[in-house]
């Protein structure tokens, strides 16, 4: 399975994808949160954080593009290893993908000023963080 977008991620634990998006990222929690059928969470014991202490530490910085990294390709180890997760996490992808307020990855984007002139002008795409203008 391939990782899931990194700014999904991103976008959806900052809050930026409104309420619907807030559903989604708690589901995606208790997902990653939820012991594995192959190897409950809890008894990894390896020293490396499990998919669920992924998602709490990317909630807590949403805007911190490592921790999103990490979590996206935690959740796609752990998919291949678990097919009733690879499940569920596909199911939840596709849900999440059809968020309008989510969407992410290279689009098209153009923006022109002409004529006269302007203040405070400022052209954005996928920001994740304040902005002060002040």
């Known amino acids: 399975m391939e990782p899931v977008a990194v700014d999904l991620l991103m976008a959806l634990a900052s809050g930026t994808a409104g309420a619907a998006g807030q559903n989604l990222w708690e589901r995606l929690r208790a997902l990653a949160q939820r012991p594995s059928a192959r190897q409950p969470d809890a008894a990894q014991g390896d ?7 992924l998602a709490v530490a990317l909630d807590e910085d949403a805007s911190d593009e490592q921790r999103a990294a990490l979590l996206a390709e935690g959740l796609a180890l752990r998919a291949r290893q678990d097919p009733a997760f690879a499940e569920a996490l596909a199911l939840w992808r596709r849900e999440a993908e059809r968020l309008p307020a989510a969407s992410t990855g290279a689009g098209t984007q153009h923006q022109e000023i002409s004529g006269g002139t302007q203040h405070n002008v400022l052209f954005t795409r996928d920001v994740h963080g304040p902005i002060n203008l002040g």
């Open 47 to 53: 020293g490396e954080p499990t998919v669920g202490e």
